[in-house]
């Protein structure tokens, strides 16, 4: 059973979550197609429409998983009910009614050039101001409300290390108001909310879930996950605050930048690695097998998916002289796309599978079938990241090294695009099989809110 009645608040927004998911998933399989065929939809749905509301919403239900995970979270953590559920409500239906007017923002342009209601055509962060706004206040209400709570109850290190990681997306989003005309001081502190973001705070957010996750699958004691959690999060902040330098090669910053980023971003590989290590010691050390299995290999995946992802993947292109040559190519995308899945989709994917058995009341239902989604999807992604790989290598060197014409080297990649939408469709299928074996019950079965749930 529910510890807390107000971890019920979760379930609205995984649902709200999962929505987007399909979304960004089928907004992915679109852009795939267009690369093979490049007027498809040209006059309905451009191009840069499908890929703003491609991250958008991946960026959007990422965060709002986050809420979630820490509505389920923080109750158990502190001992004690959220501060107000209703204010939790209010935020959900602010972020939801943001989202809808970003889409018809993107997808209409009905506003165009318009300071407030207009999009502003910064990569990522092109949200119209009033939705920006609107972002604000939904974040002031969430860290109101898990900060008191926390401040009113139990103290733990997940519960501090993951209000550090939600505190600091927060403020560095507020960057994203800060639009100056010069563009390489726009490129310099728009770095400061994407990237650290993704690799730095939302990393702090990733160490506290899987600690979490750990101690109730395995069972190990509080007191090993602490020491660990506390090293993780030093380890990605010293990394990921200074790895911001390697965004600021190209942009007309300093050479010294090129060192910089460097050095600390080869050391980025080492919070990834550190992640293995503790999921899989912590799966070593633990002498229970939890009933939830699914959830289980979900948390095993996202440590050695985002490793490879975003600490192997992103180191093959970070230093300098490799970077010179390879940025903004087709191996920028392979990085992106396996460490966005492997850090922080799975990461979502597996809180899910673990609180949704509990959330409607059930013992752990569908495992087989959300095993196989997981393969699907790891599979899906992985091809698609080594089709994008060997895609960006023949790039960098027809287009970089020998000089050709871009829209000449997009034709020599086709096979690779081709690859690149085969894997999608597989990663689509393991989204919707995922979603069936989550939240659709078994055949005859009837869901209870007074259902036996697998004791803690």
């Known amino acids: 059973m529910l510890k807390y009645q107000s971890q019920k608040i979760a379930l609205a927004y995984f649902a709200v979550a999962m929505a987007l998911f399909v979304v960004q998933v089928t907004m992915g399989l679109i852009i795939g197609w267009v690369y093979l065929d490049p007027n498809l939809l040209a006059e309905l749905l451009p191009f840069n429409v499908l890929r703003m509301l491609h991250t958008n919403s991946l960026i959007v239900w990422l965060i709002v998983g986050f809420f ?9 953590e502190a001992e004690r009910e959220i501060e107000s559920p209703t204010l939790a409500y209010v935020q959900l239906a602010i972020l939801v009614v943001g989202t809808l007017g970003a889409v018809l923002t993107y997808t209409f342009d009905f506003a165009h050039g318009n300071w407030m209601f207009g999009k502003q055509g910064r990569e990522f962060i092109e949200q119209p101001l009033w939705v920006k706004i609107g972002i604000v206040v939904a974040a002031l209400i969430f860290l109101y409300n898990v900060t008191m709570t926390v401040l009113k109850g139990r103290k733990t290190a997940v519960a501090n290390v993951l209000l550090l990681g939600l505190w600091g997306l927060a403020l560095f989003f507020l960057f994203a108001f800060y639009n100056p005309d010069n563009l390489a001081l726009d490129k310099y502190f728009w770095w400061w ?88 010691t912590m799966v070593w050390k633990g002498q229970r097998k939890h009933p939830n299995q699914a959830a289980l290999l979900w948390a095993l995946g996202c440590a050695v998916l985002a490793f490879f992802g975003a600490g192997v993947w992103g180191f093959l292109h970070t230093l300098s002289p490799i970077n010179y040559y390879t940025h903004g190519t087709q191996i920028t995308m392979s990085h992106g796309h396996l460490a966005f899945f492997g850090a922080y989709v799975s990461l979502n994917l597996a809180f899910i599978t673990y609180a949704m058995p509990k959330l409607l009341g059930r013992e752990p239902y569908n495992q087989v079938l959300n095993m196989l989604a997981f393969w ?45 939408e085969i894997s999608g469709f597989i990663l689509v299928a393991g989204v919707l099989l995922y979603l069936y074996a989550v939240f659709m019950p078994r055949k005859g079965e009837v869901i209870s809110p007074a259902a036996r749930q697998p004791a803690e």
Not at 69 to 75: C, K
Not at 208 to 226: H, N, P, Q
Not at 256 to 275: D, K, L, N, R, T
Not at 398 to 415: A, H, S
């Open 68 to 76: 979630g995970i820490a509505y389920y979270m923080i109750p158990e």
């Open 193 to 280: 909310v994407v990237h650290l973001w993704v690799e730095g705070v939302w990393e702090l957010i990733m160490a506290a879930v899987l600690a979490y996750l750990m101690l109730k699958l395995t069972g190990v004691d509080r007191e090993v996950v602490d020491r660990w959690i506390y090293g993780l999060a030093a380890l990605s902040l010293f990394t990921g605050i200074l790895g911001t330098g390697h965004h600021y090669y190209w942009i007309g910053t300093p050479a010294y930048w090129q060192w910089i980023g460097s050095v600390f971003s080869a050391m980025e590989v080492i919070p990834f690695f550190a992640m293995v290590l503790f999921v899989f």
């Open 376 to 420: 699907l999807q790891a599979g899906g992604i992985t091809f698609m990241t080594f089709a994008l790989t060997f895609a960006g290598a023949v790039q960098t060197h027809l287009q970089r090294v020998r000089g050709e014409n871009f829209m000449d080297v997009q034709d020599e990649l086709y096979l690779f695009f081709v690859m690149r």
